[in-house]
C-alpha cells in the first residue's frame, strides 16, 4: 500500500519523454541543495545536489536548475523509464546542518 | 555495511510502552540525523549528531523523545510512553561532515505503529 504521499502532487509521464520536477524552497540563505527519490518502503535516495554558486549541473540522465532569483529549484529526467517511478523530494540547507525537505511530487511513468 | 542501517525495520507497540529505534551509520561519518515520516506528509527534522554531541534537537516532538549516540557511531531513538500521534516511519540518515559539503545518506527506515 501507500507509505508516502497521498496527497502529493502528481506528475504523469510517458516512458521515454522528459520530465521536469519542481521546486520552491523558502531561505534565501540555503547554500545546498539536494534531489532525493523515495521508492515506497524505502529511505530518500540521493540524485543529485547543487551548491547556490552554480546554477546548473548534470548528472546520469538527470540535470538540476536552480534560480536564486525566484528560489526555484528544478530537476530534470531524461529519457524517462518506468524505474524513474517514485516520489522526488527537494531539500535545502540554509547554511545550518539540518535539512529541511519540500513536500514531494510523486513521478508516475506510463508505457 | 555499504550504507545506513536500521533496526527493527517494523515495530508494532502498545500504546504507554518505551520503544527504542537504532541506527547504524556509514562508517567514517560524522554526522548522524533523525528524520520522522508521517503518511502523507513529508520528512520532518528531529535531531542532528555531530560525533556524539547533538547540537540540533529541536525538532523533538517532545520530552518523551530522546537520543544518544556512543562511540561517533550508533545511535539509537528512544520514545516513551508511546502515542498514537507517534505512528511513523522514523528515517536515520549520516554524512560524511556534516555542515553543507555532503549529502545526506538515508537508511531505509523502522515504520512504527502504536496501536
Known amino acids: 500500500g501507500e507509505s508516502v504521499g497521498l496527497h502529493l502532487p502528481t506528475l504523469s509521464v510517458q516512458e521515454g519523454d522528459n520530465s521536469i520536477i519542481n521546486c520552491a524552497y523558502s531561505?534565501?540563505?540555503?547554500?545546498?541543495f539536494i534531489w532525493y527519490k523515495q521508492e515506497s518502503g524505502k529511505g530518500p535516495q540521493f540524485i543529485i545536489d547543487?551548491?547556490?554558486?552554480?546554477d546548473k549541473r548534470q548528472g546520469q540522465r538527470v540535470t538540476v536548475l536552480l534560480n536564486k532569483t525566484v528560489k526555484h529549484l528544478s530537476l530534470q529526467i531524461a529519457a524517462t523509464q518506468p524505474g524513474d517511478s517514485a516520489v522526488y523530494f527537494c531539500?535545502?540547507?540554509?547554511?545550518?546542518?539540518?535539512?529541511?525537505f519540500g513536500t514531494g511530487t510523486r513521478l508516475q511513468v506510463f508505457p | 555495511g555499504a550504507g545506513v542501517s536500521q533496526s527493527p525495520s517494523n515495530k508494532v507497540t502498545e500504546k504507554g510502552k518505551d520503544v527504542e529505534l537504532r541506527c547504524d551509520p556509514i562508517?567514517?561519518?560524522?554526522?548522524l540525523y533523525w528524520y520522522r515520516q508521517s503518511l502523507g506528509q513529508g520528512l520532518e527534522f528531529l535531531i542532528y549528531?555531530?560525533?556524539?554531541?547533538?547540537?540540533?534537537k529541536s525538532g523533538l516532538p517532545s520530552d518523551r523523545f530522546s537520543a544518544e549516540r556512543t562511540g561517533g557511531s550508533v545511535s539509537t531513538l528512544t520514545i516513551q510512553r508511546t502515542q498514537q500521534e507517534d505512528s511513523a516511519v522514523y528515517l536515520c540518515?549520516?554524512?560524511?561532515?556534516?555542515?553543507?559539503?555532503?549529502?545526506?545518506?538515508f537508511g531505509n527506515g523502522t515504520r512504527l505503529t502504536v496501536t
Open positions: 540518515a549520516s554524512s560524511l561532515m556534516g555542515r553543507t559539503n555532503s549529502p545526506l545518506h
Open positions: 531561505n534565501s540563505a540555503s547554500d545546498y
Open positions: 547543487i551548491r547556490s554558486n552554480m
Open positions: 531539500a535545502e540547507i540554509p547554511n545550518t546542518d539540518k535539512l529541511i
Open positions: 562508517s567514517g561519518h560524522t554526522a
Open positions: 549528531f555531530q560525533g556524539n554531541s547533538a547540537p540540533d
